[in-house]
């Protein structure tokens, strides 16, 4: 059984009263990319077969990232690059800003405070930018590591950071990096909670109003509930980065790596 059927057979199960089938923007296809936290080498593979996916489709065409293009793998500053430099012929772009792009600016801001994001990936994203760091540094060395990363930081890559969306819409479904607080409407959820909650979240079976696209949790496989879908699938580590493609009804997925379809 693929993948796929495999989601969709566990999600009705999981609420065989579902009647209602969650349709997109009417005359768009929607790809959806989940986190790729410094892969460039993936995020050039996945674009291949988006391109190569779309090639025919005659509507309009978005893709949209969920945030956390950097930290973590090696080429954060890469990954970047690619985006700002090499958008996707044809499509309407749309960048959610993910909860390590608002680490980086809060260290940038507040070094001293924020030493934590060296630890989840910060020491990464500094490398690939040029900026030497020692494994433990001394909390004195802080504030300068945060003066060399903006020296070597491009001013379009900055704007890229702080431009970054909180969430966006397309027909009955919700797009947000990390996910919603249950029973607040999504034209009230806090910023905070968009960009890092979790369990509140992942372990509700409430209806949100929308069905909610997110990665930020890594999963071995996405999944595809009835009111929420998740693809971060630990690109980093796992070479599998995901794509979720969205046609009025129809959900489909496009991945990298050696299980792709």
Same mark, same amino acid.
């Given at each position: 059984?693929?993948?796929?059927?495999?989601?969709?057979?566990?999600?009705?199960?999981?609420?065989?009263?579902?009647?209602?089938?969650?349709?997109?923007?009417?005359?768009?296809?929607?790809?959806?990319?989940?986190?790729?936290?410094?892969?460039?080498? &993936?995020?050039?593979? $996945?674009? /291949?077969?988006? !391109? %190569?996916?779309? *090639? #025919?489709?005659?509507?309009?065409?978005?893709?949209?990232?969920?945030?956390?293009?950097?930290?973590?793998?090696?080429?954060?500053?890469?990954?970047?690059?690619?985006?700002?430099?090499?958008?996707?012929?044809?499509?309407?772009?749309?960048?959610?800003?993910?909860?390590?792009?608002?680490?980086?600016?809060?260290?940038?801001?507040?070094?001293?405070?924020?030493?934590?994001?060296?630890?989840?990936?910060?020491?990464?994203?500094?490398?690939?930018?040029?900026?030497?760091?020692?494994?433990?540094?001394?909390?004195?060395?802080?504030?300068?590591?945060?003066?060399? &990363?903006?020296?070597? $930081?491009? /001013?379009?890559? !900055? %704007?890229?950071? *702080? #431009?970054?969306?909180?969430?966006?819409?397309?027909?009955?479904?919700?797009?947000?990096?990390?996910?919603?607080?249950?029973?607040?409407?999504?034209?009230?959820?806090?910023?905070?909670?968009?960009?890092?909650?979790?369990?509140?979240?992942?372990?509700?079976?409430?209806?949100?109003?929308?069905?909610?696209?997110?990665?930020?949790?890594?999963?071995?496989?996405?999944?595809?509930?009835?009111?929420?879908?998740?693809?971060?699938?630990?690109?980093?580590?796992?070479?599998?980065?995901?794509?979720?493609?969205?046609?009025?009804?129809?959900?489909?997925?496009?991945?990298?790596?050696?299980?792709?379809?």
């Amino acid at each position: 059984m693929r993948l796929l059927d495999r989601l969709k057979r566990r999600a009705s199960a999981e609420d065989p009263g579902a009647g209602h089938e969650p349709r997109y923007t009417p005359g768009a296809r929607m790809y959806c990319i989940g986190d790729i936290h410094g892969r460039a080498d &993936l995020l050039g593979e $996945l674009h /291949d077969k988006i !391109l %190569a996916d779309a *090639r #025919d489709y005659e509507g309009e065409r978005h893709i949209l990232y969920l945030g956390d293009y950097i930290d973590r793998g090696a080429e954060s500053k890469q990954v970047i690059d690619l985006l700002l430099d090499e958008p996707l012929p044809g499509f309407e772009s749309v960048f959610l800003k993910g909860n390590h792009e608002q680490a980086m600016l809060d260290f940038m801001e507040h070094p001293e405070s924020v030493a934590g994001w060296l630890g989840f990936g910060g020491r990464e994203t500094l490398a690939s930018y040029g900026v030497g760091v020692s494994y433990f540094p001394l909390m004195k060395e802080l504030p300068e590591l945060a003066r060399s &990363l903006a020296a070597h $930081l491009p /001013d379009a890559h !900055l %704007a890229f950071l *702080r #431009d970054g969306l909180d969430c966006w819409r397309g027909g009955d479904y919700y797009f947000v990096h990390a996910g919603i607080r249950p029973g607040v409407a999504l034209d009230e959820q806090h910023v905070e909670d968009q960009l890092w909650i979790r369990d509140d979240f992942l372990h509700s079976d409430a209806d949100h109003g929308a069905v909610i696209v997110h990665g930020h949790t890594i999963v071995p496989e996405p999944e595809l509930l009835p009111n929420r879908i998740g693809i971060d699938t630990g690109a980093f580590h796992s070479g599998v980065l995901t794509a979720l493609v969205l046609e009025d009804t129809d959900q489909r997925l496009l991945q990298t790596g050696p299980e792709s379809h």
